[in-house]
């Protein structure tokens, strides 16, 4: 489907066992006991391994093909079984060299580099999803997936992770399985998904029975325990009887199967035997409420932490501060005025309306709704904090067109703001009207915009008369046969990777110019931030949450109508309409859906649609000495 232009080198396969051997932040663990599971698994992984090798090398010889593709089912069902530990303890590892998206990657964590896909997923597209297997790329990463798991292997007798951190990486999976395995990330070509849902459980199981048998039964909660492994059992018999992925209802099995496994695994955890990792963790283990928005950590989120103190008056004085013209070169434009609260914060405009022109910006205007579950900010992430997308916006020419000392200097004004500054940052040393406060007041009212209360969010909390059976189909379409969920991950459904949260994609998907669909649009996206050509046409994957009400669509807001949208990608995105894209990331052969089934994915988006108690404005904003700012408009005048 896709050319990933693989170039692999053996020595990459150095890379792989240097950055495993490297994990410093493990000690030496004498109770090497506690990893015999994952050891005999990984064992066996690299025997598997050894005869694929010799298979790859006379893949030519009748019968060698048929071996190979057994072998790689094989092996994936080893690693599935062993694979919440590794991702816990490994997981750049796992995304670059074992098993990774296919596509190049360049992130801030390796520099400059572009490095290529390696590890099962190349391997998988090799024996499945090509018709001329090359030798050399099939061989190479084969030896690189072994000498991988010899690496880890051998650390294994070093790692120290405890029974409580075998829980918390238990947990990990169970979001890994809901948002990534059953959405396609991986296993695209096989589809194996559902069946190595049942090795991924297996794994679980064998360890939980494991951890049990290092305590004393009258310490232990064994009623909890029985109730996990019968739940575990539960889920591993549902898959066996539900194995084809385009049918498989994911709902049905994330809320009767996953939450529960999830709930009794926190029932677990929260006993005096397992105590809770101190770490600022995007997900909040502690919570049994999985998938809702008591589960996720706002801190994390926030670069800002620890300045905890006088959040929520600083989220009302960020309110006022949103609304206000104030704020602006000629006091008549808000940040409101561009993010429309009855609008989910969009503006309805296929480009946004330029400073004290008819012209328009460069880009369509995104909603705020959860702005907070973001690592990077606008379309082509150039801002790594709400305080700097604020400021950002705030100093541009074509937007705000404002500047630090005249926003202080107005402010300074009105004695109602003097005084909400000194009480929304009382006990810290910055009473005063300070930029910062400005910022830090705004970026908190932006984090109070969480939108997670919707139809199909109350579905997700046991309120199963609140979708229809459409609504449901649309989502298994929308995160099975459509692959929309590889990019939108559940349930944020934007492009930052669960469970870590700690990865945003962007995503090449060729949107072209206009609606004659000939040339792909001029604006090339990220690559003015990266410098790295496979970004070039690169934006980041925003949420389809209340996407009802943000048309038009797009980063140039080209599409009017979410039909228009599901048509496109339904195409194959811009490669899909004939325009040339070499590194579009989308696939670009056609998704072959029906008119039923883009209904039913639009039936689910519409699901997706929640303001309620988000669409408050201030009736009135502070007055001031000056008589002509105290005709300010609430919102801004455009």
């Given at each position: 489907m896709i050319d990933h232009h693989i170039g692999i080198k053996l020595k990459t396969a150095g890379i792989a066992i240097l950055i495993i051997a490297c994990c410093s932040f493990f000690t030496s663990n004498k109770n090497s006991e506690r990893y015999r599971y994952v050891a005999q698994n990984t064992t066996q992984l690299i025997s598997?391994?050894?005869?694929?090798?010799?298979?790859?090398?006379?893949?030519?010889?009748?019968?060698?093909?048929?071996?190979?593709?057994?072998?790689?089912?094989?092996?994936?069902?080893?690693?599935?079984?062993?694979?919440?530990?590794?991702?816990?303890?490994?997981?750049?590892?796992?995304?670059?060299?074992?098993?990774?998206?296919?596509?190049?990657?360049?992130?801030?964590?390796?520099?400059?580099?572009?490095?290529?896909?390696?590890?099962?997923?190349?391997?998988?597209?090799?024996?499945?999803?090509?018709?001329?297997?090359?030798?050399?790329?099939?061989?190479?990463?084969?030896?690189l997936l072994k000498q991988s798991f010899e690496a880890f292997q051998n650390?294994?007798?070093?790692?120290?992770?405890?029974?409580?951190?075998?829980?918390?990486?238990?947990?990990?999976?169970?979001?890994r399985m809901s948002s990534l395995t059953l959405s396609g990330y991986d296993a695209t070509y096989t589809q194996t998904n559902i069946t190595e849902c049942v090795s991924v459980f297996s794994g679980l199981r064998a360890v939980l029975n494991q951890i049990k048998t290092n305590y004393a039964l009258n310490k232990y909660p064994t009623d909890i325990h029985l109730q996990l492994i019968n739940g575990i059992k539960s889920a591993e018999k549902y898959c066996a009887l539900h194995k084809t992925y385009d049918s498989f209802d994911r709902l049905y099995f994330i809320t009767r199967h996953i939450k529960p496994i999830y709930k009794c695994l926190v029932c677990l955890h929260r006993s005096e035997l397992f105590?809770?990792?101190?770490?600022?963790?995007?997900?909040?283990?502690?919570?049994?409420?999985?998938?809702?928005?008591?589960?996720?950590?706002l801190n994390y989120f926030s670069v800002k932490a620890v300045d905890t103190l006088g959040n929520a008056l600083q989220a009302k004085l960020g309110e006022l501060l949103f609304f206000d013209p104030v704020l602006s070169g000629n006091n008549q434009r808000a940040c409101a005025s561009c993010h429309k609260?009855?609008?989910?914060?969009?503006?309805?405009?296929?480009?946004?309306?330029?400073?004290?022109?008819?012209?328009?910006?460069?880009?369509?205007?995104?909603?705020?709704?959860?702005?907070?579950?973001?690592?990077?900010?606008?379309?082509?992430?150039?801002?790594?904090?709400?305080?700097?997308q604020a400021n950002d916006v705030l100093h541009n020419q074509k937007e705000m067109n404002s500047s630090v000392d005249d926003m202080i200097s107005r402010l300074n004004l009105s004695t109602e703001y003097q005084l909400l500054f000194k009480t929304a940052y009382k006990g810290t040393t910055d009473t005063i009207i300070s930029y910062y406060g400005i910022l830090k007041a705004i970026s908190e009212y932006e984090k109070t915009l969480v939108s997670m209360n919707s139809r199909f969010d109350k579905y997700i909390k046991g309120h199963y008369q609140q979708l229809s059976a459409q609504e449901i189909n649309g989502y298994n379409?929308?995160?099975?046969?459509?692959?929309?969920?590889?990019?939108?991950?559940?349930?944020?459904?934007?492009?930052?990777?669960?469970?870590?949260?700690s990865d945003t994609e962007y995503e090449v998907i060729g949107v072209p110019e206009n609606t004659t669909n000939k040339n792909v649009d001029k604006d090339e996206g990220r690559i003015f931030v990266s410098k790295a050509y496979i970004h070039q046409y690169a934006f980041k994957t925003p949420t389809v949450r209340n996407s009802s009400l943000t048309a038009p669509y797009m980063h140039n807001g080209i599409y009017k109508t979410l039909d228009e949208v599901i048509e496109f990608y339904n195409k194959g995105g811009g490669q899909g309409l004939g325009i040339n894209i070499p590194h579009q990331t989308l696939p670009f052969d056609s998704l072959q859906l029906s008119k039923k089934e883009m209904l039913d994915i639009k039936a689910f988006l519409l699901a997706l649609t929640d303001t309620v108690g988000l669409m408050h404005k201030p009736n009135k904003l502070p007055l001031f000495q000056d008589s002509k700012l105290n005709q300010r408009i609430v919102g801004g005048v455009y």
């Open positions: 598997v391994f050894d005869r694929s090798i010799s298979l790859a090398d006379s893949i030519s010889v009748p019968g060698k093909l048929k071996q190979l593709k057994s072998n790689y089912f094989i092996t994936r069902n080893y690693y599935k079984h062993i694979e919440f530990f590794i991702e816990y303890i490994a997981p750049f590892d796992v995304k670059y060299f074992i098993n990774g998206p296919l596509v190049k990657k360049s992130d801030l964590e390796i520099g400059s580099r572009i490095v290529d896909p390696h590890g099962f997923q190349v391997l998988e597209e090799q024996l499945f999803g090509t018709d001329t297997i090359d030798q050399k790329i099939v061989a190479a990463e084969l030896r650390k294994l007798q070093d790692i120290n992770v405890n029974d409580a951190q075998l829980l918390e990486a238990m947990q990990f999976e169970l979001m105590p809770f990792t101190p770490v600022n963790y995007a997900i909040n283990l502690n919570n049994e409420h999985l998938f809702e928005r008591e589960s996720y950590n609260p009855d609008m989910a914060f969009s503006d309805g405009l296929q480009k946004g309306l330029a400073f004290e022109t008819k012209n328009s910006l460069d880009r369509n205007t995104p909603s705020l709704l959860n702005t907070i579950f973001q690592k990077h900010f606008f379309y082509d992430g150039r801002a790594r904090q709400l305080e700097q379409l929308f995160s099975g046969k459509a692959l929309c969920g590889s990019c939108h991950f559940f349930p944020l459904f934007n492009g930052l990777v669960p469970p870590a949260y």
